[in-house]
């Protein structure tokens, strides 16, 4: 949904808004194991498709991890994930987009960062940002 209704420079907008600049996040698409995906599938094909296209905002900071859905609106609130809270941290790069993994409270969560598509332009730079900077992440 977000794909569809929303658009870069509102996302921008929204992310300088709340953290004063525009170099430390990405849009992401929700990424669930595969064991999590074949479950949706056999409850209902509906649900699969509708959870499996969530779109998020998240931004990286000293903090932790702020994530923002945006499948329907930019209007809801960035959410943190402290790194205190964070777990198993992993990044995947594969072709043109990277896969981000963690524990958030024993939680597993995962996003696909793409690096083409309408709202994905500045995916590319500001992963290569985050990497450089180690995701903020206190070692």
Do not use: A, T
């Given at each position: 949904m977000g794909l569809l209704f929303n658009d870069e420079k509102e996302i921008k907008y929204a992310v300088h808004e709340e953290f004063k600049n525009t170099d430390n996040y990405m849009v992401a698409i929700k990424h669930d194991n595969i064991g999590k995906n074949l479950l949706k599938l056999m409850v209902s094909d509906l649900f699969y498709t509708i959870d499996s296209t969530r779109t998020f905002v998240i931004n990286f900071n000293e903090d932790g991890i702020y994530e923002k859905e945006i499948s329907n609106s930019m209007k809801r609130d960035?959410?943190?994930?402290?790194?205190?809270?964070?777990?198993?941290?992993?990044?995947?790069?594969?072709?043109?987009?990277?896969?981000?993994?963690?524990?958030h409270i024993g939680k597993g969560t995962g996003y696909e960062i793409p690096?083409?598509?309408?709202?994905?332009?500045?995916?590319?730079?500001?992963?290569?940002?985050?990497?450089?900077?180690?995701?903020?992440q206190i070692i």
């Open positions: 960035f959410l943190l994930m402290p790194w205190s809270e964070v777990e198993d941290f992993e990044v995947i790069e594969k072709n043109n987009k990277v896969f981000i993994k963690f524990k690096f083409n598509g309408k709202i994905f332009n500045d995916n590319k730079v500001n992963f290569k940002n985050l990497k450089d900077k180690n995701f903020f």
